[in-house]
């Protein structure tokens, strides 16, 4: 199974200014097969990248992914209101599918 | 508009079944494959079962095997779930999730349901 840590469990930022989050896995992921997903409080997951480095479809250019191997890193610029929640990574090349335990960005 | 919509929750005893439902509109169910994933309260995402597009392929998380079973009937456009022996560890928000390429299996997630509440409690 492909565990993956999620950094830092909490970000505290200020809107319009840009988050960093960590995926790291425990063993190399194909970037083919690396997505992310927000979740607010009550509200089923959404999906933001895939592949990577992958906008989802309607996602705002102000996220982005990247990475490879076993490091990963979701970036979000100028943060808005909006955007304050929790964000898992995921691997989706291997059974079983696996989540990170989520980064929750939160308002400063 | 293309959308998800589980039902079948509720509060049950520990040993007991329950059978989870989510209904597809406005895509071709047949097409994708289906995923179930649960989140406990206050906790992470958990990856449960899937099932392939025409339902030949299916695998589960290990702490379900042999309780759970993933099923779906495309004339129906309906994805199921049958729970047997829960355990209170089963509490949980369940959602099912469509994959995001058809016929594939190794895909993320693109469409998610809004979810039903399973509460394993005596």
């Known amino acids: 199974e492909i565990v993956l840590t999620q950094s830092p469990g909490t970000l505290s930022l200020s809107p319009g200014e840009t988050a960093t989050l960590s995926c790291r896995a425990s063993?190399?992921?194909?970037?083919?097969?690396l997505a992310w997903y927000q979740q607010k409080p009550g509200q089923a997951p959404r999906l933001l990248i895939y592949?990577?480095?992958s906008r989802a479809t309607g996602i705002p250019d102000r996220f982005s992914g990247s990475g490879s191997g076993t490091d990963f890193t979701l970036t979000i610029s100028r943060l808005e209101p909006e955007d304050f929640a929790v964000y898992y990574c995921?691997?989706?090349?291997?059974?079983?599918?696996?989540f990170g335990q989520g980064t929750k960005v939160e308002i400063k | 508009q293309v959308q998800l919509v589980e039902s079948g929750g509720g509060v049950v005893q520990p040993g007991r079944s329950l059978r989870l439902s989510c209904v597809a509109s406005?895509?071709?169910?047949?097409?994708?494959?289906m995923h179930w994933v649960r989140q406990a309260p206050g906790k992470g995402l958990e990856w449960v079962a899937v099932?392939?597009?025409?339902?030949?392929?299916?695998d589960y998380t290990d702490s379900v095997k042999g309780r759970f079973t993933i099923s779906r009937d495309n004339s129906k456009s309906t994805l199921y779930l049958q729970m047997n022996s829960l355990r209170a560890e089963d509490t949980a928000t369940y959602y099912c999730?469509?994959?995001?390429?058809?016929?594939?299996?190794?895909?993320?997630?693109?469409?998610w349901g809004k979810g039903t509440t399973v509460t394993v409690s005596s």
């Open positions: 999730a469509r994959a995001g390429v058809g016929f594939g299996y190794y895909y993320y997630m693109d469409l």
């Open positions: 406005g895509s071709t169910f047949s097409n994708y494959a």
């Open positions: 099932t392939s597009y025409d339902g030949s392929t299916r």
């Open positions: 063993q190399s992921v194909s970037s083919t097969y």
């Open positions: 592949g990577a480095a």
């Open positions: 995921q691997q989706y090349g291997s059974s079983p599918w696996t």
